[in-house]
């Protein structure tokens, strides 16, 4: 079945300093894609990082990448040099190929301490 | 481009009455959905469309109804509403309802919200 978990309601990281959120995921189909999104207190969406189940390598943009463990079934987020804009809720989603809803993990809320 | 634009932004209602959330894009988007975002609980899918006149069921539908009659508009109606439906309701959009093709044709696009206050 579909499914995605992220198991850290709340995080902490020093400005400057790096922060993983985990995300965790299951599936039977063999082509689907990963999605992180952050949600400021504002409210919106925001889309940050894709990666494919067949990409070879782990997605980057700019001061986000994931860090892709297929056999595992991680995607987890890695945020480099954290800055005080970064303390929002993130959220992990999946889309599986032969289905094309886009399903959301509990989500994970940061904050960034000066 | 206006993007995805959702009506009302913010709505009370009484236990038992009925009442449309809007979704519209104006992106020829494909692929349309709602989810409701509650504490906690992350998004939850409760219906979404692959196209004009297809819809399905997300993780949660019960008590919710959606048509897609246009490309551009994804409505969903709240029958007879309950303290439950209290929420804040995304609706989102992307190209295409595959993984095929470029990463830019399955990125949702997500409106401002709906925030529903059931009393």
């Known amino acids: 079945a579909q499914k995605i978990t992220q198991t850290q309601p709340g995080m902490f990281v020093q400005e400057k300093e790096a922060v993983t959120l985990d995300c965790t995921y299951d599936t039977s189909d063999p082509s689907y894609g990963l999605f992180w999104y952050k949600q400021p207190s504002s409210g919106e969406m925001i889309f940050l990082i894709y990666q494919g189940s067949y990409d070879q390598q782990n997605a980057t943009e700019g001061r986000y ?12 987020l890695v945020i480099s040099a954290s800055q005080l804009g970064d303390s929002a809720m993130y959220f992990c ?5 032969r289905r094309s809803k886009l399903i959301f993990g509990q989500g994970t809320t940061l904050q960034v301490k000066p | ?45 409760i219906h979404y469309s ?3 006149g297809i819809t399905d069921q997300g993780e949660v539908p019960n008590g919710y109804n959606v048509s897609r009659s246009t490309t551009e508009d994804f409505p969903l109606r709240l029958l007879s509403a309950a303290p439950s439906q209290t929420s804040v309701y995304f609706c989102a959009s992307s190209y295409s309802s595959s993984l095929a093709g470029d990463q830019a044709s399955y ?9 529903l206050t059931v009393t």
């Open chain 2, 1 to 45: 481009n206006a993007g995805v634009t959702q009506t009302p932004k913010f709505q009370v209602l009484k236990t038992g009455q009925s009442m449309t959330l809007q979704c519209a894009q104006d992106m020829n988007h494909e692929y349309m959905s709602w989810y409701r975002q509650d504490p906690g609980m992350g998004l939850r899918l």
């Open chain 1, 65 to 76: 990448s994931l860090n892709f463990q297929k056999a595992r079934k991680s995607a987890n």
């Open chain 2, 50 to 52: 692959v196209g004009a």
């Open chain 2, 107 to 115: 990125e949702q696009y997500f409106g401002p919200g709906t925030r």
């Open chain 1, 93 to 97: 989603a999946m889309r599986e190929h």
